[in-house]
């Protein structure tokens, strides 16, 4: 139900900001401010969808999850058994988090917003067709 609803908003959005999503033969200023707002609504959108998903959704989710559960086990702040596959950056994420009280869900919302905002500002800056891009995204 979730999808419907996302692909009904994708679908309000897209009538609403059509005629400035593509750049063939259109003012370039014209194309800007319609594909910046299209951009910003559809990424606030895909962000709220990654974040509010349910623990269970795919193995992901649960791994994360059972990660910040259990961060005090595979965490060493010393770094002396750093190996190069190692996720030291994510796991001090995760420790921060976790030590100072935030929820699992805050590392669901940044990891989603640093990930997100960047291939959106990707798609914003080099492609030609907006809404194809995203559905291939999606």
């Not at 200023?29 to 951009?39: E, P």
């Not at 086990?73 to 100072?100: A, M, Q, R």
């Amino acid at each position: 139900m979730t999808y419907l609803v996302f692909i009904f908003i994708v679908f309000i959005c897209y009538k609403k900001y059509s005629k400035g999503l593509y750049t063939y033969g259109v003012d370039p200023l014209f194309v800007l401010n319609y594909r910046k707002k299209f951009c910003i609504i559809i990424g606030m959108l895909i962000t709220m969808l990654s974040v509010l998903r349910n623990d269970y959704f795919d193995t992901d989710t649960q791994n994360y999850h059972h990660l910040f559960d259990t961060i005090e086990i595979y965490y060493d702040p010393s770094f002396s058994d750093v190996e190069l596959s190692s996720e030291w950056g994510f796991y001090t994420l995760v420790n921060f988090l976790k030590t100072h009280g935030f929820d699992f869900r805050i590392l669901l919302a940044i990891s989603a917003v640093s990930y997100i905002g960047s291939v959106f500002y990707l798609i914003y800056k080099y492609s030609e067709n907006v809404l194809f891009s995203y559905f291939i995204y999606i």
